[in-house]
C-alpha cells in the first residue's frame, strides 16, 4: 500500500478515489463488529493492568512497565512472558515498545538490512580534522568539517530514511541559505556514480540544527553515499550517537554505524 504511493498520492484522481473505496471495503471487513471487550495484561506470573473499551474510539490508553520489573534477579531465571488477552467482541490494536538508555555510551555498528559508516574529514584543511588512534576524532575550532555517510544493502530497500546526529559541537551549514556563502566543492569520486550519469540516491533531505536526515522512496542494491558540511563552534568533548538508517514502514530492517566521540580543540 504505502509502498505504491510516490509523493503522498497515486497517478490520478480516478486512483485516488478508488483506494478510498478500497479502504472504505477494508474496514467494514475488518471492523464488522463494534469494539465490546475487556483486555488484561500478565508479566508472568503477575497481573500488570487492564482496561474495558466499548464502542468505537481512537483514544489509546497506556501501560507503563518498569525496567527492574523486566531485569529483576538472575538474567536467566528473570525472563517472563508478556500476556495480554482479551475477552468480548472487537478488535483490540497494541504495540509494545521499550524504552531505555544502554550502560555503556559506546554503540557498536549493526547491519539488519543496512550496513552504515561514518566519517569525518576537513574540508579546508585536511590536518584540522584527525583521527586518532583510540578511535577519537579531534576538530580544531572554527574548522569547516565534511561528514561522510555511506550506506551499503544487498537487497532492493523501499521508503527508506538516513538520520545522523551532530555533535553538539558541531552546526551544520545550509547551502540553500544566503547566509552560508560558498562551500568547498567535493571530490566527486567521493560522492558520485561511475557512471556517465548520475543523480542523488536521495528524494529529499533536511539540515536541522541538531540533526541531517534523507529519505528515498526506493534505494536499490549497491552502495550510496551522503555527505555535509558543517562547522566546529564549540570547544569540548562530544559523544556522538551512531547515523541510522532504516525502512519507515518496516523499522526491523535497520543498520547503524558505530558511535563517535568528537574533541573540538582551540
Not at 46 to 67: C, H, N, V, Y
Not at 78 to 91: A, T, Y
Not at 184 to 200: A, F, G, I, L, T
Request: charged share 30%; hydrophobic share 35%; net charge positive.
Amino acid at each position: 500500500y504505502q509502498r505504491r504511493v510516490r509523493g503522498g498520492r497515486w497517478g490520478s484522481t480516478q486512483e485516488n478515489v478508488f483506494a478510498l473505496l478500497a479502504l472504505e471495503k477494508y474496514f467494514h471487513v475488518r471492523e464488522g463488529k463494534v469494539p465490546n471487550f475487556h483486555a488484561s495484561v500478565w508479566l508472568g506470573e503477575e497481573f500488570a493492568g487492564e482496561q474495558a473499551w466499548s464502542g468505537r474510539s481512537i483514544d489509546t490508553k497506556q501501560l507503563k512497565i518498569p525496567m527492574s520489573h523486566l531485569v529483576e534477579g538472575d538474567k536467566k531465571q528473570s525472563v517472563k512472558d508478556l500476556v495480554i488477552s482479551k475477552k468480548g467482541e472487537g478488535r483490540l490494536y497494541y504495540r509494545i515498545g521499550m524504552t531505555y538508555a544502554p550502560r555503556s555510551l559506546r554503540s557498536e555498528p549493526r547491519d539488519y538490512g543496512f550496513m552504515v559508516e561514518r566519517w569525518y574529514e576537513g574540508a579546508s584543511k585536511k590536518e584540522h580534522v584527525q583521527k586518532e588512534t583510540t578511535g577519537e576524532w579531534k576538530i580544531k575550532a572554527g574548522e569547516l568539517v565534511r561528514v561522510h555517510i555511506r550506506i551499503t544493502n544487498v537487497s532492493r530497500r523501499y521508503q527508506g530514511a538516513m538520520v545522523d546526529m551532530l555533535p553538539a559541537g558541531l552546526e551544520v551549514l545550509n547551502p540553500d541559505l544566503r547566509t552560508t556563502g560558498s562551500l568547498p566543492e567535493e571530490k566527486k569520486s567521493d560522492h558520485h556514480s561511475h557512471c556517465w550519469w548520475w543523480r542523488s540516491w536521495y528524494e529529499h533531505q533536511n539540515l536541522r540544527d541538531e540533526r541531517v536526515e534523507a529519505f528515498a522512496s526506493l534505494l536499490w542494491e549497491g552502495i550510496h553515499n551522503y555527505s555535509y558540511v558543517a562547522r566546529a563552534t564549540s570547544v569540548g568533548v562530544y559523544v556522538v550517537p551512531p547515523a541510522k538508517v532504516e525502512e519507515m514502514y518496516s523499522p526491523e530492517i535497520f543498520g547503524r554505524s558505530a558511535s563517535d566521540r568528537v574533541v573540538v580543540i582551540a
